[in-house]
């Protein structure tokens, strides 16, 4: 929690104002017995009804002070939360996007989505309290002791047994139930993954007749949630009829020996009367002391979860003398490369891969599932880095460049498409902010997307649901290769871009990017060997390794494995139409 204070020091100065205001309050809330006991001793007692007027009014007059303080520090206190929660948030997100593709592993989406949201929300909850309440209860609390010993020092010493008391059950409680509300968020997080997975996979659920089975699960890990939840509550409400007994055992104490001491004349009825205002306030504000202390303890496993994501060091950085010089010709060239996934002592998943692409070559990867053909190409925008040998652009390797200048040259269609909800254009524009309307028009083109998009009836202007899901696989195929190609890059990466496409589209797809492209370096991957026959070289992986490599031709002469491909796909007695 530390650690986050720092978000609100730019608001220093609300930080301040707030507790200033609420001494305000405090110091009202502190006098008001005293006030009463002199109406009642001296006013009443006297027959005094000009000092009853007048020390009511007085009264009066501060209560309205006070509420004012109360009321400012109240709206201090929240511009300050809610400015500290903004800021903390705006953080978060920022971080989260200079993950790299292996940190999202380490977090997934759903701890990510409850971090952002509820346990932001703790914490700002906690910054509003604490600047009310944390200041109120140790003022109103002490204020109340001094107070309390100045009408009468013997009968405070009743607060010598109760508050130890309290705080030591108070400790108690904290000890126990820090662990128990960072179960409480981590199911939380299992709820919002089950949750996402579920209504992203809705469709799924429908066709398997899954529901049944998902709404069990669903129900599972949300008791989960509950059960922990009323755990960690039962705990922290378990204090309150012990602390509720406490106090009305002190105050009988209070009434008992005060009430001797009035009967004996030490004492008088309107000092009593103070005094067990006094005793309430103070043992009040540490009722209110130990409800924020519980609150701290749970925002506590929440900043530190919070905390846990800020501290990353994203595993992919950009350099630190990066080297500012543009990309012009998209040469691409793997120099025995070895990759491999998660920690050491993991099958690679890519061994001793070295090619080199020529500007304005189409390279085609192909490789049967599972090969390595993603893993390849994920290593050029360096979406992770390789673990040995280089993987170089234009002669300079990847880890040199700043991610802007490396990734603004490359266009990729990942394999797994995904289309932003907003309209077919925005979502084509969105590989370039800067492009025209024309431009748009154009990639579709070239995409072979122009003519399905026309016929919508808005046209371009159609909206696109979220995730794409009201065009078909083919269609979002073609939208997605747009949007790379409006970025009019210098490398071009189509992972499996046109699995979804009949065969006679992917083939004007194709030719339209060797017309228009002419002098971007353009790798596409496929399971299709109808996809790859036209490229100037053919990549054939397997398990990881480089199992062939050259035109279409050469490998029908030399590799034994294309030619089975080959055979099982396109050979005698398999029909393909033009
Ligand atoms: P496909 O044609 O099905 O897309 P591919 O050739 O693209 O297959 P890759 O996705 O590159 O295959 O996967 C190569 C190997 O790496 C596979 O064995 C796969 O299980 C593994 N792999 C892929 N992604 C990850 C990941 N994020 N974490 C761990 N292993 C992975
Ligand atoms: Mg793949």
């Not at 080297?323 to 490369?337: C, R, S, W, Y």
């Not at 998943?349 to 049967?368: C, M, N, T, W, Y």
């Not at 979406?383 to 700043?402: A, E, M, S």
């Amino acid at each position: 929690m530390r650690k986050l204070l720092a978000y609100l020091k730019p608001y220093w100065k609300l930080v301040v104002l707030a507790p200033l205001l609420m001494i305000v309050e405090v110091i009202v809330d502190l006098l008001q017995p005293t006030l009463l006991a002199k109406i009642v001793d001296v006013g009443i007692a006297g027959q005094d009804l000009t000092l009853v007027m007048r020390t009511g009014l007085f009264m009066i007059g501060i209560a309205l002070i006070g509420m004012l303080g109360g009321m400012g520090c109240t709206v201090a206190a929240s511009i300050a939360s809610q400015s500290f929660g903004t800021d903390l948030r705006s953080d978060l997100f920022k971080k989260i996007q200079s993950f790299s593709y292996a940190d999202l592993e380490t977090f997934k989406i759903s701890t990510l989505i409850t971090r952002l949201t509820n346990d932001i929300a703790q914490v700002q909850m906690l910054v509003l309290m604490s600047l009310r309440i944390m200041v109120r209860a140790p003022l109103l609390g002490v204020g109340g002791i001094i107070m309390a010993i100045s009408i009468n020092a013997r009968l405070a010493m009743i607060l010598l047994a109760s508050v130890p008391a309290l705080l030591l059950i108070l400790f108690f409680v904290i000890q126990k139930s820090f662990p128990l509300f960072t179960m409480v968020q981590q199911k939380l997080d299992r709820v919002n993954a089950v949750m996402r997975e579920n209504l992203s996979g809705i469709r799924l659920i429908k066709v398997f007749n899954r529901s049944t089975y998902e709404k069990k699960r669903f129900s599972i890990t949300n008791s989960e949630l509950m059960n922990n939840t009323i755990k960690a509550f039962k705990l922290v409400i378990s204090i309150m009829p012990v602390m509720m007994l406490i106090m009305n055992l002190s105050l009988v104490a209070v009434i008992w020996f005060g009430g001797i001491q009035v009967s004996g004349g030490t004492m008088k009825v309107g000092e009593i009367m103070a005094f067990i205002n006094y005793f309430m306030q103070i043992l009040f504000s540490l009722m209110m002391v130990s409800a924020i202390f519980i609150f701290i303890t749970r925002a506590n496993a929440s900043a530190e979860r919070i905390h846990e994501v800020l501290s990353i060091v994203p595993q992919i950085q950009d350099p630190s003398q990066p080297d500012q010089a543009p990309l012009n010709k998209g040469m691409v060239e793997f120099e025995k490369i070895t990759f491999q996934y998660g920690e050491d002592g993991n099958e690679p998943a890519l061994k001793d891969i070295s090619f080199a692409a020529q500007p304005g070559e189409i390279v085609a990867i192909l490789g049967r599932t599972g090969s390595g053909k993603s893993t390849l190409m994920n290593l050029i925008p360096r979406l992770y880095d390789v673990n040995q040998g280089r993987v170089k652009v234009d002669g300079r390797d990847v880890r040199t460049f700043d991610f802007t200048t490396l990734r603004s040259s490359i266009g990729m269609v990942p394999q797994d498409t995904v289309l932003f909800s907003g309209t077919i254009k925005e979502n084509i524009k969105w590989g370039n902010t800067r492009a025209t309307d024309q431009d748009v028009i154009a990639a579709a083109k070239i995409a072979q997307a122009d003519q399905f998009i026309s016929q919508f009836p808005e046209g371009y202007d159609t909206s696109i649901s979220q995730g794409g899901t009201n065009l078909s696989g083919g269609q979002k195929q073609r939208v997605a290769i747009a949007r790379a190609i409006i970025k009019k890059p210098l490398i071009l990466i189509l992972d499996d871009s046109t699995s979804a496409v009949d065969l006679a589209t992917e083939k004007k797809i194709l030719s339209a990017l060797k017309e228009t492209l002419v002098d971007t370096t353009i790798f596409i991957v496929a399971q299709r060997i109808s996809t790859v026959l036209d490229a100037d070289c053919i990549l054939l992986l397997d398990n990881g390794r480089i199992v062939g490599q050259g035109n279409h031709s050469q490998l029908m002469k030399n590799n034994s494995i294309y030619q089975e491909i080959y055979q099982s796909q396109l050979g005698e007695g398999v029909t393909i139409y033009d």
